[in-house]
């Protein structure tokens, strides 16, 4: 019976070692296949690698050195006439180089110096320098960007007002108008998306300037007059009426000018657009008392009149 049972268990622990032994082997195969994998994985971006690289090659080839002429040792011309200093391979230039006439060093100085950048049109930097006068009425920004664009040289304008704002980011006049530059190019594209694009790039333009100087008149009232044309799906007409509001009370502890009385029409009509008609009518009266002479509102007032 012992011996039965020895014999079981060594029968027992043999299978057990063949077991191992297959799971070692299977374990191996799977190592093996694991390497082999790797090799062939790291073979395909080696390949890869030097296809591209090959390709940069045809695209970019490299220009040889230009070949050095040297005279052999026993050379007659070598022994009459000995150089003063071997030979030295010079890469052909990628450019050429002018002959040197006298002046080429004043002339590589100033291409050193050169800015990048092109000249500004001396129209458009009259144009900008305009602009950025406090002195120009609302209409008469507008009337310099317009003739701009109808000159073609609105987009040069903005790529000079991009480049002036970058350059001088606490200046609250060049996103100013840089906000209403976009907004001409908004109102000329015929394309709806770029028409969206450029509002919504003429909105982040004022407030960049509302936020370096919050009593910028100008940027306020553009932001405003803008939202006012908003669907009314946006549901921004009480954000409107806000900002009219708290630029009518900031024009009341300022001097007077004429462009003010553009508040009040805005506002008017944006109470009007939400029906509430009498306060429509209550703030075209109250424009039309400080300015008198303005002819918008006095034909808000008579319209209203005749309903």
Do not use: C
Not at 222 to 234: I, Q, V
Not at 279 to 304: E, V
């Amino acid at each position: 019976m012992a011996a039965v049972i020895g014999a079981t268990v060594w029968l027992i622990s043999q299978r057990e070692h063949e077991i191992k032994y297959a799971a070692s082997a299977a374990t191996n195969e799977r190592t093996v296949m694991k390497k082999l994998m790797y090799v062939i994985l790291g073979v395909a971006v080696i390949g890869g690698g030097i296809v591209f690289s090959a390709s940069r090659q045809q695209k970019n080839p490299v220009v040889p050195p230009a070949p050095v002429r040297t005279e052999s040792a026993t050379s007659p011309a070598m022994e009459n006439n000995p150089p003063a200093q071997p030979p030295v391979a010079i890469p052909a230039p990628a450019q050429p180089v002018p002959a040197d006439t006298g002046d080429s060093k004043p002339a590589v100085i100033a291409s050193a110096t050169e800015p990048s950048a092109k000249a500004v049109d001396p129209a458009i930097k009259q144009a900008i320098e305009s602009l950025l006068s406090t002195r120009l009425t609302h209409e008469q920004r507008r009337d310099i960007l317009k003739k701009l664009n109808e000159a073609g040289k609105l987009g040069q304008a903005v790529a000079e007002l991009e480049q002036r704002a970058a350059s001088d980011p606490h200046n609250a006049a060049y996103p100013t108008a840089l906000g209403q530059a976009y907004l001409e190019q908004s109102a000329t594209t015929q394309d709806v998306p770029d028409k969206a694009i450029l509002a919504m790039q003429a909105v982040k333009s004022f407030d960049a300037a509302l936020s370096l100087d919050p009593s910028n008149w100008e940027a306020a009232f553009t932001k405003a007059a803008l939202m006012s044309h908003y669907p009314a799906e946006l549901n921004q007409g009480q954000a409107v009426i806000d900002q009219f509001t708290q630029l009518i009370n900031q024009q009341e502890a300022q001097p007077s000018q004429p462009q003010f009385a553009q508040t009040y029409v805005l506002l008017g009509d944006q109470y009007q657009k939400l029906g509430r008609n009498d306060y429509a009518l209550a703030t075209w009266q109250s424009g039309a008392a400080l300015f008198p002479g303005n002819s918008t509102l006095q034909k808000r007032l008579a319209q209203s009149a005749g309903q």
